[in-house]
């Protein structure tokens, strides 16, 4: 078998060898993927057309500059974890793009449960009563939740860890692991809001454990001038190469080509023929695609790829009372109230004026769902009259608000793709990464590791890309940061 290959490395070298014969590589959507896998594959000689649905690069990187002055809002990404290699290499060596820390604890933040504010500063075992068992009572939520991970905290320090760590605990969603760990039911009333597992309850414990034992967000930055300055550093080289407002309908494919067939804005049919393609939308909207030669299994497995539902909800204030009146400059307020989290987001204000913007709820799930049948106007309400009973500043300050309901765009189908128990393992996820004939799939859901984050995304367009360069047919390169 060939040596893993390293995916940074490729990033960085580029992809090796001159192409023999030069290829026309046909890519769907112009996200971080399609960005890359384009990018790399162009400067290794190949032709490229990217079809883009919309009129904007990026996807589910979406900044949002409606706000007054220099202010804006990710509706999408905006933390960018420096554990993340490629991600850092692109932002940082690649395109020398400014970044701040983005900070995730403030300990004058809230928790804010039960009707009760509390700041984090002064949050004990005590602050609320919910008739913790003995062995439970005293303890703070975090060394709960600590010990009940001890086992696979174990697992994972040994050499070969995470791959034997998906072996062995694929079967586990993290709430059945936290009931096998005999963790009470009051503790968990307590740890869902509090370290924000409610909304993953269901979902993959190693998914979950792997983030959390990354410590994934102890150490985030942002994009000074915005998340989109990413997709659009890609410009310089690559927008002769992307159509925009091009939704493609349909993939065929035979021994010798594809054809991709896309509607362009006004409705025209197009066709673009090619020798590979590589598809990066999100798995779910490939039901509304027609994609010819795939078998029953890569059926299954597209159809089986579960995308989460979130929202963010971001109001402008005339002056950020947060940072001038509660010393709050970043994290997160968590709370059992709808609106669920307040991020005081660091990313989007404005130093030359008084007024800001913040997150005033950022929900997943079920809390997203709750908001998805309002109208906008009611969610700013719902959300505005729950974000002043912790913050009664947000009354008199309030100036307007607007909402971003992923599963509602139809370019995106969701937040993205998570995990559920038994996913990792087995055929199935061969299934969702595996190419067929000249169709390749390339998203932030081909990649266990970095599922649902843009490093996700990029490891799976290099991986792909590095594949269709070296002539690979119907596989893909072993790659070395699943080890
Ligand atoms: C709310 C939110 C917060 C997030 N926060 C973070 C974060 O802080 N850090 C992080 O690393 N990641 C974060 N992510 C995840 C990150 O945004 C994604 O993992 C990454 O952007 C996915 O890139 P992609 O290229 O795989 O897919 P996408 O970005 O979804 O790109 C797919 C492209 O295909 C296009 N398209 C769709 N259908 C068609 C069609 N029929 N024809 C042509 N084009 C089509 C779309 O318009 C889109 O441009 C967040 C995502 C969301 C939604």
């Avoid at 609320?128 to 939520?141: D, I, K, N, T, W």
Wanted: contains cysteine; charged residues 25%.
């Amino acid at each position: 078998m060939d040596a893993p290959i390293d995916l940074l490395e490729v990033l960085r070298s580029g992809l090796p060898g001159r192409p023999e014969p030069r290829r026309h590589i046909v890519i769907v959507g112009a996200g971080i993927a399609g960005l890359t896998a384009g990018l790399l594959l162009k400067e290794a000689g190949h032709r490229v057309t990217i079809l883009e649905a919309q009129n904007r690069l990026g996807g589910r990187i979406f900044t949002y500059r409606g706000f007054a002055g220099q202010m804006y809002g990710e509706f999408g990404a905006m933390r960018f974890p420096r554990q993340h290699r490629l991600g850092q290499y692109l932002i940082h060596d690649r395109f020398g793009l400014k970044t701040t820390p983005f900070g995730m604890e403030d300990p004058d933040t809230f928790i804010h449960l039960q009707g009760r504010s509390i700041r984090r500063s002064e949050f004990t075992a005590a602050s609320f009563e919910l008739g913790l068992p003995a062995g439970e009572r005293g303890r703070l939520p975090a060394e709960i939740l600590r010990s009940a991970m001890q086992p696979l905290i174990d697992l994972v320090e040994q050499p070969g860890g995470w791959l034997r760590l998906v072996d062995e605990y694929d079967t586990f969603s993290l709430i059945g692991w936290l009931n096998h760990r005999r963790v009470s039911e009051q503790a968990l009333w307590l740890l869902g809001p509090l370290l924000n597992l409610e909304g993953r309850f269901h979902f993959s414990l190693v998914e979950w454990f792997t983030h959390w034992y990354d410590d994934v967000f102890g150490d985030l930055e942002f994009i000074d001038a915005g998340s989109d300055s990413l997709p659009k550093a890609f410009g310089a080289a690559l927008l002769d190469d992307i159509r925009l407002g091009a939704e493609v309908q349909g993939i065929v494919q035979d021994d010798r080509t594809v054809g991709v067939t896309f509607k362009d804005a006004v409705g025209t049919r197009q066709v673009v023929t090619g020798d590979e393609c590589i598809v990066t939308v999100p798995f779910v909207l490939l039901r509304h695609m027609e994609i010819a030669g795939l078998d029953p299994e890569k059926w299954f497995a597209i159809r089986n790829v579960y995308y989460g539902r979130a929202h963010k909800i971001f109001m402008q204030f005339s002056r950020r009372w947060w940072q001038e009146d509660e010393a709050i400059q970043h994290g997160v307020t968590v709370t059992d109230l709808a609106i669920r989290n307040v991020v005081y987001t660091p990313a989007g204000q404005d130093p030359s004026s008084r007024k800001g913007v913040i997150i005033a709820s950022y929900a997943w799930e079920q809390d997203s769902m709750a908001y998805s049948m309002l109208s906008e106007d009611q969610r700013i309400a719902q959300a505005l009259e729950d974000l002043i009973k912790i913050h009664p500043q947000a009354a008199t300050t309030f100036e307007f608000g607007i909402s971003y309901d992923w599963a509602l765009d139809r370019y995106a189908g969701g937040i993205g793709p998570l995990f559920r128990p038994m996913e990792m393992t087995s055929r199935y996820f061969d299934d969702v990464v595996r190419p067929v004939n000249r169709v390749w799939f390339a998203n932030d859901a081909c990649d266990r590791r970095g599922r649902r984050w843009i490093e996700g995304a990029l490891n799976a367009a290099v991986r792909n890309a590095w594949a269709i360069h070296s002539g690979m047919r119907n596989a893909l390169p072993e790659i070395v940061e699943e080890g």
